[in-house]
Nanobody, 114 residues
Framework: QVQLVESGGGLVQPGGSLRLSCAASGFTFRMYVMSWYRQAPGKERELVAQIGSAGGSTTYANSVKGRFSISRDNAKNRLYLQMNSLRPEDTAVYYC???????WGQGTQVTVSY
């Protein structure tokens, strides 16, 4: 079955960095566009970043452009999100998701605070 396991979240001060990882299994990872989403308390889930199946095409939400970087390792079935210059408004649960498949992981909590 499809499994998506996010990790790497935590508590970080404003201006800090975190690297999120998503371990994917149960589907042919290299064939799917992959995305990172996030959901803050009281808000709807939003798309943060997306990467093409071969890793050559990336898009970002305006709010994270220039600070976050999405990447993937198809040999390891892994998706990554490097987050720099973190702000309190980046606080949310972060999820990875394969496009066109209705599966979500449990998410990983990112909290940006002093």
């Amino acid at each position: 079955q499809v499994q998506l396991v996010e990790s790497g979240g935590g508590l970080v001060q404003p201006g800090g960095s975190l690297r999120l990882s998503c371990a994917a299994s149960g589907f042919t990872f290299r064939m799917y566009v992959m995305s990172w989403y996030r959901q803050a308390p009281g808000k709807e889930r939003e798309l943060v970043a997306q990467i093409g199946s071969a890793g050559g095409s990336t898009t970002y939400a305006n709010s994270v452009k220039g600070r976050f970087s999405i990447s993937r390792d198809n040999a390891k079935n892994r998706l990554y999100l490097q987050m720099n210059s973190l702000r309190p408004e980046d606080t949310a649960v972060y999820y990875c998701k394969p496009n066109s498949l209705p599966y979500w992981g449990q998410g990983t909590q990112v909290t940006v605070s002093y």
